[in-house]
C-alpha cells in the first residue's frame, strides 16, 4: 500500500499565519493534485495542535523574543511564536486543501512540557503518536512525506518514518514542502539523504 503524509498544512504556517513559512501556501494546490492523481491508497495529515501554554512558545518564557534559543524540559528548544493553538483558525488546515480526502489525522504537540516537530512521536522521544500504528495497520510499503516546514517538522516526520518503520520507502517530495530558513532547507534535505529517505518531485510521482 501507498501512502501520503501531508505535515502540518495549516493557515499558521501559510502567509497571514503566526508562523509563516514564505510561500508556504503554494504547497496546497499540490498537494491536492498528489491526493486526486498520486495513486495513493491512504492519505495521512499531521496538525500541529498545541494548547495556549506550549512550552515551545516564547510568549511562556520570561525575556525571551520568538526566534530565541531557550530551553524547554532541560533540551534545546527554538522559542517559536504561539501558533496553532487548538481550536483556533491558525490551527486549521488551508481552507483550500483537500481535507475529505484525509483518511487519518494525527494530532500532536499537545504536550506543553515537549515540543513535537515529527508526526510520529515528542522531539524527547518518549511519547509516540498513533501514525506509526496507523500506517502498519494499513500495510503501508511506500511512504512519501512533504508539507511544512522542510527543516522542521517535515525533516523529523521522514527520518522517524525509516526509523520507526523498517521495510517502508520513504520519500521527500521536495516541491511539495517549504522551508523556514533556506540553508536549513539545504542541511536538511542532505540529511534526509545520508538518511535513506528518497528525494523527489511531484511530476515524478504523477508522471507514473
Ligand atoms: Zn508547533
Same mark, same amino acid.
Given at each position: 500500500?501507498?501512502?501520503?503524509?501531508?505535515?502540518?498544512?495549516?493557515?499558521?504556517?501559510?502567509?497571514?499565519?503566526?508562523?509563516?513559512?514564505?510561500?508556504?501556501?503554494?504547497?496546497?494546490?499540490?498537494?491536492?493534485?498528489?491526493?486526486?492523481?498520486?495513486?495513493?491508497?491512504?492519505?495521512?495529515?499531521?496538525?500541529?495542535?498545541?494548547?495556549?501554554?506550549?512550552?515551545?512558545?516564547?510568549?511562556?518564557?520570561?525575556?525571551?523574543?520568538?526566534?530565541?534559543?531557550?530551553?524547554?524540559?532541560?533540551?534545546?528548544?527554538?522559542?517559536?511564536?504561539?501558533?496553532?493553538?487548538?481550536?483556533?483558525?491558525?490551527?486549521?488546515?488551508?481552507?483550500?486543501?483537500?481535507?475529505?480526502?484525509?483518511?487519518?489525522?494525527?494530532?500532536?504537540?499537545?504536550?506543553?512540557?515537549?515540543?513535537?516537530?515529527?508526526?510520529?512521536?515528542?522531539?524527547?522521544? *518518549? *511519547?509516540?503518536?498513533?501514525?506509526?500504528?496507523?500506517?502498519?495497520?494499513?500495510?503501508?510499503?511506500?511512504?512519501?512525506?512533504?508539507?511544512?516546514?522542510?527543516?522542521?517538522?517535515?525533516?523529523?516526520?521522514?527520518?522517524?518514518?525509516?526509523?520507526?518503520?523498517?521495510?517502508?520507502?520513504?520519500?521527500?517530495?521536495?516541491? *511539495?514542502?517549504?522551508?523556514?530558513?533556506?540553508?536549513?532547507?539545504?542541511?536538511?534535505?542532505?540529511?534526509?539523504?545520508?538518511?535513506?529517505?528518497?528525494?523527489?518531485?511531484?511530476?515524478?510521482?504523477? *508522471?507514473?
Amino acid at each position: 500500500m501507498k501512502a501520503l503524509l501531508l505535515v502540518d498544512i495549516q493557515n499558521g504556517f501559510c502567509p497571514g499565519g503566526n508562523l509563516p513559512v514564505a510561500h508556504g501556501d503554494e504547497v496546497v494546490a499540490i498537494a491536492n493534485r498528489l491526493i486526486e492523481d498520486g495513486g495513493y491508497d491512504v492519505i495521512t495529515a499531521s496538525q500541529d495542535w498545541h494548547p495556549a501554554n506550549h512550552g515551545s512558545f516564547a510568549s511562556q518564557h520570561a525575556g525571551k523574543k520568538p526566534f530565541d534559543m531557550g530551553e524547554l524540559s532541560g533540551q534545546p528548544q527554538v522559542m517559536w511564536p504561539d501558533h496553532c493553538v487548538q481550536g483556533t483558525a491558525d490551527a486549521e488546515f488551508h481552507p483550500d486543501l483537500n481535507v475529505e480526502a484525509i483518511d487519518y489525522v494525527q494530532q500532536k504537540g499537545e504536550n506543553p512540557a515537549v515540543d513535537s516537530y515529527s508526526a510520529f512521536r515528542d522531539n524527547d522521544q *518518549a *511519547a509516540l503518536t498513533g501514525l506509526a500504528g496507523y500506517l502498519r495497520a494499513q500495510q503501508v510499503s511506500e511512504l512519501d512525506v512533504c508539507g511544512l516546514a522542510t527543516d522542521y517538522c517535515v525533516k523529523f516526520s521522514a527520518l522517524d518514518a525509516v526509523e520507526m518503520l523498517p521495510g517502508v520507502k520513504v520519500r521527500f517530495i521536495s516541491d *511539495a514542502s517549504r522551508g523556514i530558513d533556506p540553508e536549513g532547507v539545504k542541511a536538511a534535505i542532505e540529511e534526509m539523504k545520508t538518511k535513506g529517505v528518497g528525494i523527489i518531485t511531484s511530476a515524478e510521482i504523477l *508522471a507514473d
